[in-house]
């Protein structure tokens, strides 16, 4: 099945400054990459995503980068805020046959803290 | 719409007790999953619905766990007997597309179990 690894496992950067965070995957079947932001005692809500056929996505300050070569692919913020203090989540989806079809497969997930 | 619905939000059970964590997932989507999320392992799937039959449960940790969906509306996770490792906080999420659309999670159910 699928891998996900993401690093930093924390991350702490001044208000104003950029935070990248990265994830690789093991799976070359996986085509789809979405980012989740937890806020403490929250649910899971999806920020950005990007497909395969895609090198970089950007929503304002945030914007995903993919290598499909390398397998990884990276999430960053500019200009960091103190509410965008939270826990980030990679993931990768398989969209082939078998029992692993459709599923996410998670990070361990990044804590970051924006500091005013 | 009000999202993925999830009962209760904090359960604290004894060990060796029942536990039933309940879900409502949006109205039209078609797939449902479970899963549990920790500090140590993150967060995990452990099962996945379809059209309200289970698809994948590999991701169940043993056989005290079990998850039904009885309709289109609601499905229910059990632990029976629970025990302090179990401890977590459990999502729901639904979708109406496993390949194309995003999952929305429910508020999730903190459970602690003594």
């Known amino acids: 099945g699928e891998n996900v690894e993401q690093h930093p496992s924390t991350l702490s950067v001044q208000e104003g400054d950029s935070a990248v965070i990265k994830c690789t995957y093991s799976d070359s079947a996986s085509n789809y990459f979405p980012w989740y932001k937890q806020e403490l005692g929250k649910r899971p809500q999806l920020i950005i995503d990007i497909r395969s056929n895609v090198g970089e996505k950007k929503d304002q300050r945030i914007a995903v980068t993919l290598n499909k070569t390398a397998k990884h692919f990276s999430l960053h913020i500019t200009e960091t805020q103190p509410e965008d203090s939270a826990v980030y989540f990679c993931?990768?989806?398989?969209?082939?046959?078998?029992?692993?079809?459709?599923?996410?497969?998670f990070g361990q997930g990044t804590i970051l803290t924006v500091h005013p | 719409d009000a999202g993925v619905i999830q009962s209760p939000r904090h359960e604290v059970t004894e060990m060796g007790q029942e536990v039933t964590l309940r879900c409502k997932p949006i109205?039209?989507?078609?797939?449902l999953f479970w899963y549990r999320q920790t500090m140590m392992r993150g967060l995990e799937l452990l099962i996945y619905f379809n059209n309200n039959v289970p698809i994948d449960d590999s991701g169940m940790p043993e056989d005290r766990f079990s998850a039904k969906m009885p309709n289109a509306s609601f499905s229910t996770l059990k632990i029976q007997p629970s025990e302090p490792r179990d401890s977590a906080v459990y999502f729901c999420?639904?979708?109406?597309?496993?390949?194309?659309?995003?999952?929305?999670f429910g508020a999730g159910t903190r459970l602690s179990v003594l």
């Open positions: 109205s039209g989507h078609d797939y």
């Open positions: 999420a639904s979708t109406t597309n496993i390949a194309k659309n995003i999952q929305y």
């Open positions: 993931a990768a989806r398989i969209n082939a046959g078998g029992t692993s079809y459709g599923k996410l497969t």
